[in-house]
């Protein structure tokens, strides 16, 4: 019997440890807790909590003795494998005085590990009545056997353990997608440009394992007329290495991966007959991840991960993040591939230039009532910026600018093809900028190899004094009223194009009379910055340079903006294309 005071006792150590364990939700904080308040819970000599991975079997990745030493390293079992498997299966609490009488526990966790198992107990935990591992506790101090009471206790930590564990993994795995969506973005903004294939792929990998918590890792590439892979970039392996360095196919673990062209995730490398125990490259830790770089079902490559700085294995979360990564990083590496195939050559270069200087204006139609400035400025020698002023009838104008997301030449391409589309529209299309945007959106749909478009278009009435216009997912024009001493952002917005099918853009109308200036641009300008990161010219800067440029004409007045945001961050260089186009009423 447990004398009531000893009971409350329990309790109130079980209310406190739930604050806890509820207050922390970083699953590897999480788990050495729960342990270590079981075994002090119940007086015991060691504790070891198992998950089960997706619902195919269970893993412990450590045990804590008495001394909260750590007595066991990663361990896996499957449904029905000792006490431990038996409580997965049957779902149920086990509690043994003397477990080596019972024929259903397994002694080889004793033998691997010198700790000697007398008494313990073992209970699921559930989410919702989802099991999603296990909970024991082994040998009762001072050779006492545990009773219904502990059993109690551990019952009661055990759903307290099961909510926490849960929350973390829900964390863990917004985390993690949050992690996904902002490197992909990474990928898309920086990665294709001018920079070497090899340097790029050291950017790539560096990028991939600070986001996944890992230490090292390589990028190969693969020769699929050797049939063998060759490093690309890496960490943990000494750069002059890289030569003497190639896998087959078939063989180790990148190996199979490449042959297969299926991920792979490894808890304990000394278990897995694919691990080649004689390499001279040691990992630190025992698990790995791997995925091939697949493009449109062409092998690219393989890239593994290893050492997570955690200490902890990787997981089937992990490794769904980096198979995500790897598609996009795939798709960055064969467009790196072509972008330098067609750059050594420099023919199809100077063809996308030729193709872009016919896409921009060089004559904009001037007449009594319009004037324009425009500065334009790619990154690389082309890019996805394109603006156009174009003459409907007497008295109406439409104007455009968009921006096609990365740059350099894959941008300017995609570009092009976008111009090409929109030029070819029946004329009652460019008369409505809703139905303009619309019509465009449902052509672009799928065929922008995941990059997208943003696009401000308006339609100029001189006869009204007004401008009707449509925004998809651009940056909204200033409009600064010639009686007036600010510039304000006109109130129209919409979603990018061609990423979602099927979207309506809403129109707007605004007054655009006499002495009215109105200033279109790309994000290229807002999102200048110093070279060592510390300064950025933002929107708000923007702004107060247009009503500081009132009095100037169009064209120095475009000049002036571009030159205003270089000497405030005190860099000529740009990261992405520049575009500013202004449109006065005379």
């Not at 101090?141 to 109690?152: K, M, P, Y």
């Not at 500081?548 to 990261?575: H, M, P, R, T, W």
Request: a negative charge; glycine letters at 6%.
């Amino acid at each position: 019997m447990t004398d009531p005071q000893t009971s409350l006792s329990k309790f109130r150590s079980l209310l406190h440890i739930s604050s806890i364990l509820n207050a922390n939700l970083d699953l590897h904080q999480l788990l050495p807790l729960i342990m270590l308040y079981s075994k002090d819970l119940l007086e015991a000599e060691a504790s070891s909590l198992f998950l089960l991975e997706n619902d195919e079997f269970l893993y412990c990745e450590v045990a804590l003795g008495e001394k909260g030493e750590i007595i066991q390293e990663y361990a896996r079992l499957e449904f029905g494998e000792g006490i431990v498997g038996m409580v997965a299966k049957e779902k149920k609490p086990i509690a043994l005085e003397d477990a080596y009488k019972d024929p259903r526990f397994n002694p080889s966790m004793d033998k691997r590990t010198g700790f000697k198992t007398k008494s313990l107990i073992c209970v699921p935990l559930f989410v919702e009545e989802r099991l999603i591992g296990t909970l024991e506790v082994i040998n009762k101090t001072n050779d006492r056997i545990f009773n219904d009471a502990d059993l109690e206790y551990l019952i009661s930590l055990s759903e307290v353990a099961a909510t926490a564990i849960q929350n973390a993994n829900t964390k863990d795995s917004l985390d993690k997608r949050i992690l996904e969506l902002s490197l992909l973005y990474e990928f898309e903004k920086l990665s294709v440009s001018e920079k070497s294939l090899n340097e790029l792929g050291k950017w790539m990998l560096n990028r991939v394992l600070e986001y996944l918590g890992a230490s090292s890792g390589t990028i190969y590439l693969a020769n699929t007329t050797q049939q063998e892979l060759g490093i690309l970039a890496a960490k943990g392996i000494p750069e002059d290495a890289y030569d003497q360095i190639k896998v087959p196919f078939g063989k180790g673990v990148s190996g199979w991966v490449a042959e297969k062209k299926e991920s792979l995730l490894i808890h304990n490398l000394d278990m897995d007959p694919r691990y080649n125990q004689l390499s001279p490259f040691r990992f630190e830790s025992k698990s790995l991840i791997s995925a091939p770089l697949i493009y449109q079902n062409e092998l690219l490559g393989v890239i593994s991960i290893n050492n997570k700085l955690s200490g902890y294995a990787f997981q089937h979360s992990d490794l769904d993040l980096l198979t995500n990564i790897a598609a996009r990083l795939s798709n960055t590496i064969k467009n790196a591939q072509l972008f330098h195939q067609i750059v050594d050559t420099g023919k199809e270069l100077n063809r996308a230039k030729n193709i872009m200087q016919k896409i921009m204006p060089s004559v904009l139609p001037e007449t009594k009532e319009l004037s324009y400035g425009v500065s334009h400025i790619p990154l690389e020698q082309v890019g996805g910026d394109f603006y156009d002023v174009t003459e409907i009838d007497e008295f109406q104008y439409s104007i455009l600018i968009a921006d096609i997301s990365g740059h350099g030449l894959s941008a300017a391409v995609l570009a092009a093809m976008s111009h090409m589309v929109l030029k070819n529209f029946e004329p009652d299309i460019k008369l409505s900028p809703s139905l303009f945007l619309t019509t465009l959106n449902h052509m672009l749909f799928g065929k922008l190899a995941g990059n997208f478009l943003t696009a401000f278009y308006g339609i100029i009435n001189l006869k009204e004094n007004s401008i009707l216009c449509a925004n998809a997912g651009h940056h909204a024009p200033f409009l600064m009223k010639g009686t007036s001493a600010d510039a304000s952002a006109l109130d129209v917005k919409g979603k990018i194009l061609g990423l979602i099918p099927d979207l309506y853009y809403e129109e707007k109308k605004f007054s655009f009379g006499s002495g009215d200036r109105l200033v279109l641009y790309t994000d290229g300008i807002t999102e200048h910055m110093s070279k060592d990161h510390n300064k950025r010219y933002d929107d708000e800067l923007f702004q107060k340079a247009i009503i500081k440029g009132k009095s100037k004409s169009a064209q120095d007045c475009a000049n002036s903006l571009i030159q205003e945001a270089k000497d405030y961050v005190n860099s000529n260089e740009f990261a992405d294309d520049v575009t500013i186009l202004i449109v006065d009423r005379k």
